[in-house]
């Protein structure tokens, strides 16, 4: 079975400029998560989805950050304008809607430089 | 609130040394706890997990046992491996905020031949 697939691996961009990232889930696995993971630090939440519905985006930050589930399968997540503070690692992470202990299955994660 | 704290690294071990890797939690409710590694270059796995009071989660030779008189959920292998070298994340996801999961800093896991 498939894991969770994201793209691209690796972007470098200049400050200002828009990057986009993908993230396809686990087949059958509702619930999409993307995190960003600064270094050193454990993952922290951006946005989670129950199929297309975005059910919490409390720490997205709305003004540059945008993301779509589109037919509740993949997602893209959207930075516009990129500012040097967002160079970080982007996990999507899916999981299936079993009530408590859910288990996250992350993808390798896409790393963003902004320059 | 809820949050995730766990002992700082780097750890560099020698190999078949025992390993404790301390995570203690703040949550309101009854959390399920989660140990995740990351291996260099990859994603986030599961490593093991629990979801009640007392619980021992198992995985590859780890274990942690769940213990709310603690609010503790510590990593433990009694002999590490080389290809044990990874980074350890604790997790909780907490049910009073529609499971959303909370992650600790991680700690990187050095083993030497």
């Known amino acids: 079975e498939a894991g969770v697939v994201q793209s691209p691996r690796y972007k470098i961009i200049e400050k200002k400029q828009p990057v986009a990232f993908w993230c396809n889930p686990i087949?059958?696995?509702?619930?999409l998560y993307w995190y960003r993971q600064n270094l050193g630090q454990g993952p922290e939440l951006l946005i989670r989805?129950?199929?297309?519905?975005?059910?919490?985006d409390s720490q997205l930050p709305k003004d540059r950050f945008s993301a779509e589930r589109l037919k509740g399968v993949d997602s893209t997540l959207k930075i516009q304008p990129a500012e040097l503070g967002d160079s970080a690692v982007y996990l999507c992470?899916?999981?299936?809607?079993?009530?408590?202990?859910?288990?996250?299955?992350f993808g390798p994660g896409t790393r963003l430089l902004v320059l | 609130g809820n949050s995730v704290t766990q002992m700082e690294g780097p750890v560099t071990l020698s190999e078949e040394a025992f390993l404790t890797i301390n995570c203690t939690y703040t949550?309101?409710?009854?959390?399920?706890l989660f140990w995740y590694v990351q291996y260099p270059g990859e994603g986030l796995q599961l490593l093991l997990k629990?979801?009640?009071?007392?619980d021992k989660g198992s995985n590859k030779g780890f274990e942690a046992t769940y213990r709310k008189e603690t609010t503790s959920f510590h990593l433990e292998k009694g002999s590490v491996q080389v290809s044990d070298s990874a980074v350890y994340f604790c997790?909780?996801?907490?049910?009073?905020?529609?499971?959303?999961?909370?992650f600790g800093t991680g700690t990187s896991l050095t083993v030497i031949p």
């Open positions: 989805y129950e199929n297309e519905e975005a059910v919490d």
């Open positions: 997790a909780l996801e907490a049910r009073n905020t529609g499971n959303q999961f909370y």
């Open positions: 949550a309101t409710g009854y959390p399920s």
């Open positions: 629990a979801t009640k009071a007392d």
């Open positions: 087949s059958g696995h509702n619930t």
């Open positions: 992470a899916s999981s299936s809607s079993t009530p408590g202990g859910e288990t996250q299955y």
